[in-house]
């Protein structure tokens, strides 16, 4: 029984590591006026009739802090790079010299650095959401166990382990959610 208790709060933290992830990933794509390429990686590419992610077909770089450049490796892709970069509306304008796309990034306005705060601090809680939510499985495993013949004292200290560790996750969320935010207003 007290292996199963554990094996349950492991699969809460493999869970919230996944969130704590998928947190990191989404502020990348967030764009604090300068190049990245993880701002258009992920851009899907019609590649001969298949969706392919922009960074499976090209290689992106950054010359500068305000652009990208990105080198297909055939050609032929030039025109369906610069199609999917319009259709993904990021408010970016390719420049297609014929081998090369070229993307200045403009200097983000005021309003515009505090709307990308608001969606990243939703980001986070999204994330603190999810963490809330596996913070409420493994209690219910918990407290099933105990009722089921798992030691109560003992299953007090587990219940007191998981909301040590939910903790931890929760500032781990509220520091990313802070360093983008520096990052965002850091003109």
Do not use: C
């Amino acid at each position: 029984m007290h292996q199963e208790v554990l094996d349950s709060i492991e699969e809460g933290k493999m869970a919230m590591d996944e969130s704590l992830e998928h947190l990191d990933r989404e502020l990348q794509k967030i764009r604090a006026g300068k190049a990245s390429p993880s701002s258009v990686a992920g851009i899907m590419v019609d590649y001969y009739g298949t969706p392919t992610p922009l960074n499976q077909v090209a290689n992106i770089s950054t010359p500068d802090s305000r652009t990208l450049s990105i080198s297909p490796w055939e050609k032929a892709m030039v025109a369906p790079i610069e199609k999917a970069i319009f259709a993904a509306n990021l408010g970016f304008t390719p420049q297609n010299n014929g081998e090369v796309i070229m993307i200045n990034i403009p200097p983000l306005t005021e309003e515009r650095r505090k709307d990308l705060v608001k969606r990243a601090k939703g980001l986070g809680e999204d994330a603190k959401v999810s963490i809330r939510n596996e913070r409420h499985k493994m209690m219910d495993f918990i407290k099933k166990a105990v009722k089921d013949g798992y030691p109560e004292d003992a299953g007090k200290r587990q219940e007191e382990a998981v909301e040590s560790v939910i903790k931890s996750y929760s500032e781990r969320i509220g520091k990313s959610i802070d360093k983008k935010e520096t990052d965002i207003m850091t003109i």
